[in-house]
C-alpha cells in the first residue's frame, strides 16, 4: 500500500537538456549558502554500519585540508609508465546499457572491443545528470553543489580547481576539444594549454543540431598529432556529442524510426569516430604509455520514467554511465562495486604520479585498475538547484537507492536488486530509515554555495523560460 502514492514532486517530466519546463511542483529552493559540516562528505563505506554512520572502512576521499598537510606522492603502480599520458573520451548522453552490457544492439562494435581490453566499472554513476553539472564536478572532484557557478541552467563555473590546472602547473601538456558551443564560455578551460571547439558548430540551447564526430576526430587527431607529444607528457579530452537529441540519421544506419532507433543510430555513428581515432592513437610512438579512459557525462530517457533526454531528475537511466579504462599492463576485468565520476580527478591525478589534491572527495580507481581488491563504497549524485529545475540528490548503497526532492523534504527509496526500474518506492520501515540516516549524515556534510547570478528569484523558476516569454 505505501508505494501507491507517488506525490507530485516526482511527477514524470517532459525533460529536455534546456529549455522544457522545469518541475511542476516543489517551491523555489535558494541552496543554504556554505554549511558547514564534518570533513569527508564523500567519505562514505559500503560495509555494513550503523544508519546514518559513515563507516572508517572503504573511506572514499578527505574534503578540506588541514593546515600543514602534505600530500606524499603515490607509489607508481606496477606496470604504470612512469611518463605516461592520459586520453579522456566522454560521449555525451551514453547509456550504461550498450552491447558490452548485454544490449542485443551491435551499436558500438569498436568500443565493444576496446571494452574487451578495459578495466571496466560496471556500476559508475556520472556525478549529475546533466552535462553542466556533471562535468562541473568532475573537472573539480567535487560534488556541484559546492561549486562556485552561476546557477543557470548552462552554469558558468569561477574559479572552482579543475584537475587539468594541476596536470598544467606540473608541465603536463594540458589539451581538449569540444562540440558544442556551451564549451566555450563555461569555464571548463581552466587549467588547459589548448582549448578549441569542433569548427562550424552552432549554438541552440534546446537541442543539438551539429553533426560533429567527424569534425571532432579530425580537430584530436591534429592536436594529437602534435610531434611535440612525442617528447611531453599531455592529458587530452574530447567530450563527443552525437548522441546527444536531436537524434540524427547517418547514411547506413538505421535502426527504426523511434527516438532510441535513432540515438542506436547516433551511437554508432559516434563508435565509428572513436574507433578511427583510436586507430590513430594506436599508431603513435606514445600510444604504450598512454591510458585511455572512456565514460559519459549522464544518460539518457526513452520514458522508462515518462520523461525523455536527460537533466531534472537522477533515475538510473540517466546517471548509471560507462566507465572504462584501459591502462599499459593493466589486466583487463570487472569492478562491480560503485564509482563515480567525481573519482576520476583523482584517478588522473595519480595516473601522472600526483598526489590527489584534499578538497578533491573522490578516490582514485588506479589501484583497482592495478588489479587491487576491490572495496564497496556510497555514491551521492547531486543535481543542484538551475535556474530551470529543482534539487535532486541520490545515495546509492549497496542495492538501494535514496533520492530526495528540492530540500530533502520528499525522499524515496528503491531496491535497485528487485525494482532495477524505479517503480516501487517505499518511504517506510527500517530500511527507509536507515537509508534516510545515511543520507542525512552525509547531506550535512555538503558544504552547498548558492549560485552567485541566479538568486532566489531565478532558482527553480525556469527564468530563461520566462524571459524568453517577455521578450
Ligand atoms: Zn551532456
Same mark, same amino acid.
Given at each position: 500500500?505505501?508505494?501507491?502514492?507517488?506525490?507530485?514532486?516526482?511527477?514524470?517530466?517532459?525533460?529536455?537538456?534546456?529549455?522544457?519546463?522545469?518541475?511542476?511542483?516543489?517551491?523555489?529552493?535558494?541552496?543554504?549558502?556554505?554549511?558547514?559540516?564534518?570533513?569527508?562528505?564523500?567519505?562514505?563505506?559500503?560495509?555494513?554500519?550503523?544508519?546514518?554512520?559513515?563507516?572508517?572502512?572503504?573511506?572514499?576521499?578527505?574534503?578540506?585540508?588541514?593546515?600543514?598537510?602534505?600530500?606524499?606522492?603515490?607509489?607508481?603502480?606496477?606496470?604504470?609508465?612512469?611518463?605516461?599520458?592520459?586520453?579522456?573520451?566522454?560521449?555525451?548522453?551514453?547509456?550504461?546499457?550498450?552491447?558490452?552490457?548485454?544490449?542485443?544492439?551491435?551499436?558500438?562494435?569498436?568500443?565493444?572491443?576496446?571494452?574487451?581490453?578495459?578495466?571496466?566499472?560496471?556500476?559508475?554513476?556520472?556525478?549529475?545528470?546533466?552535462?553542466?553539472?556533471?562535468?562541473?564536478?568532475?573537472?573539480?572532484?567535487?560534488?556541484?553543489?559546492?561549486?562556485?557557478?552561476?546557477?543557470?541552467?548552462?552554469?558558468?563555473?569561477?574559479?572552482?580547481?579543475?584537475?587539468?590546472?594541476?596536470?598544467?602547473?606540473?608541465?603536463?601538456?594540458?589539451?581538449?576539444?569540444?562540440?558544442?558551443?556551451?564549451?566555450?564560455?563555461?569555464?571548463?578551460?581552466?587549467?588547459?594549454?589548448?582549448?578549441?571547439?569542433?569548427?562550424?558548430?552552432?549554438?541552440?540551447?534546446?537541442?543539438?543540431?551539429?553533426?560533429?564526430?567527424?569534425?571532432?576526430?579530425?580537430?584530436?587527431?591534429?592536436?594529437?598529432?602534435?610531434?611535440?607529444?612525442?617528447?611531453?607528457?599531455?592529458?587530452?579530452?574530447?567530450?563527443?556529442?552525437?548522441?546527444?537529441?536531436?537524434?540524427?540519421?547517418?547514411?547506413?544506419?538505421?535502426?527504426?524510426?523511434?527516438?532510441? @532507433?535513432?540515438?542506436?543510430?547516433?551511437?554508432?555513428?559516434?563508435?565509428?569516430?572513436?574507433?578511427?581515432?583510436?586507430?590513430?592513437?594506436?599508431?603513435?610512438?606514445?600510444?604504450?604509455?598512454?591510458?585511455?579512459?572512456?565514460?559519459?557525462?549522464?544518460?539518457?530517457?526513452?520514458?522508462?520514467?515518462?520523461?525523455?533526454?536527460?537533466?531534472?531528475?537522477?533515475?538510473?537511466?540517466?546517471?548509471?554511465?560507462?566507465?572504462? &579504462? &584501459?591502462?599499459?599492463?593493466?589486466?583487463?576485468?570487472?569492478?562491480?562495486?560503485?564509482?563515480?565520476?567525481?573519482?576520476?580527478?583523482?584517478?588522473?591525478?595519480?595516473?601522472?604520479?600526483?598526489?590527489?589534491?584534499?578538497?578533491?572527495?573522490?578516490?582514485?580507481?588506479?589501484?583497482?585498475?592495478?588489479?587491487?581488491?576491490?572495496?564497496?563504497?556510497?555514491? &551521492?549524485?547531486?543535481?543542484?538547484?538551475?535556474?530551470?529545475?529543482?534539487?535532486?540528490?541520490?545515495?546509492?548503497?549497496?542495492?538501494?537507492?535514496?533520492?530526495?526532492?528540492?530540500?530533502?523534504?520528499?525522499?524515496?527509496?528503491?531496491?535497485?536488486?528487485?525494482?532495477?526500474?524505479?517503480?516501487?518506492?517505499?518511504?517506510?520501515?527500517?530500511?527507509?530509515?536507515?537509508?534516510?540516516?545515511?543520507?542525512?549524515?552525509?547531506?550535512?556534510?555538503?558544504?552547498?554555495?548558492?549560485?552567485?547570478?541566479?538568486?532566489? @528569484?531565478?532558482?527553480?523558476?525556469?527564468?530563461?523560460?520566462?524571459?524568453?516569454?517577455?521578450?
Amino acid at each position: 500500500m505505501r508505494r501507491l502514492a507517488l506525490p507530485a514532486i516526482f511527477a514524470t517530466l517532459a525533460a529536455s537538456c534546456s529549455k522544457d519546463p522545469p518541475p511542476p511542483v516543489g517551491s523555489p529552493v535558494t541552496p543554504s549558502s556554505a554549511a558547514a559540516g564534518p570533513a569527508a562528505h564523500a567519505a562514505t563505506s559500503g560495509s555494513p554500519s550503523p544508519a546514518g554512520a559513515r563507516g572508517s572502512a572503504g573511506a572514499t576521499g578527505v574534503v578540506g585540508a588541514a593546515a600543514g598537510w602534505v600530500p606524499a606522492r603515490p607509489p607508481t603502480p606496477p606496470g604504470l609508465p612512469k611518463d605516461s599520458n592520459v586520453i579522456l573520451l566522454s560521449i555525451d548522453s551514453l547509456r550504461a546499457d550498450m552491447p558490452w552490457n548485454g544490449y542485443p544492439r551491435p551499436i558500438a562494435p569498436r568500443l565493444t572491443d576496446l571494452e574487451k581490453r578495459a578495466v571496466t566499472f560496471t556500476h559508475a554513476y556520472s556525478v549529475s545528470s546533466y552535462t553542466s553539472m556533471s562535468l562541473g564536478g568532475l573537472l573539480a572532484g567535487r560534488l556541484p553543489s559546492e561549486l562556485i557557478r552561476s546557477g543557470w541552467f548552462f552554469g558558468t563555473y569561477k574559479n572552482d580547481l579543475f584537475f587539468p590546472k594541476l596536470l598544467q602547473q606540473n608541465a603536463i601538456r594540458t589539451m581538449g576539444v569540444m562540440a558544442h558551443m556551451y564549451f566555450k564560455t563555461a569555464g571548463f578551460d581552466y587549467g588547459f594549454d589548448d582549448w578549441r571547439l569542433v569548427p562550424g558548430i552552432t549554438f541552440d540551447p534546446n537541442t543539438d543540431r551539429d553533426i560533429t564526430s567527424p569534425a571532432h576526430e579530425k580537430v584530436s587527431e591534429e592536436m594529437l598529432g602534435d610531434p611535440a607529444n612525442d617528447s611531453r607528457r599531455f592529458f587530452f579530452w574530447a567530450h563527443f556529442l552525437d548522441p546527444h537529441d536531436l537524434y540524427q540519421r547517418h547514411d547506413g544506419i538505421d535502426w527504426g524510426p523511434n527516438p532510441r @532507433d535513432r540515438y542506436d543510430g547516433e551511437v554508432q555513428f559516434t563508435d565509428q569516430y572513436v574507433g578511427k581515432l583510436l586507430d590513430f592513437i594506436a599508431a603513435r610512438s606514445w600510444a604504450a604509455r598512454t591510458v585511455i579512459i572512456v565514460t559519459a557525462d549522464h544518460g539518457e530517457e526513452f520514458g522508462e520514467h515518462g520523461m525523455t533526454r536527460h537533466g531534472f531528475e537522477v533515475w538510473e537511466t540517466l546517471v548509471h554511465v560507462p566507465l572504462m &579504462i &584501459i591502462a599499459p599492463g593493466a589486466k583487463p576485468r570487472h569492478v562491480e562495486p560503485m564509482r563515480s565520476g567525481i573519482d576520476l580527478a583523482p584517478t588522473i591525478l595519480e595516473l601522472f604520479g600526483l598526489s590527489s589534491e584534499p578538497s578533491f572527495e573522490g578516490k582514485s580507481l588506479v589501484g583497482e585498475v592495478y588489479g587491487a581488491p576491490d572495496e564497496e563504497r556510497d555514491v &551521492i549524485v547531486d543535481l543542484p538547484t538551475t535556474s530551470d529545475s529543482g534539487r535532486r540528490r541520490a545515495l546509492l548503497h549497496q542495492n538501494e537507492k535514496l533520492i530526495c526532492a528540492d530540500n530533502d523534504n520528499a525522499c524515496r527509496v528503491y531496491d535497485l536488486t528487485a525494482d532495477p526500474g524505479e517503480k516501487a518506492p517505499y518511504i517506510h520501515g527500517s530500511a527507509y530509515v536507515d537509508m534516510k540516516a545515511r543520507y542525512d549524515a552525509v547531506a550535512e556534510t555538503i558544504k552547498e554555495v548558492a549560485p552567485y547570478a541566479c538568486g532566489a @528569484d531565478c532558482l527553480n523558476t525556469a527564468y530563461r523560460t520566462k524571459k524568453d516569454e517577455a521578450q
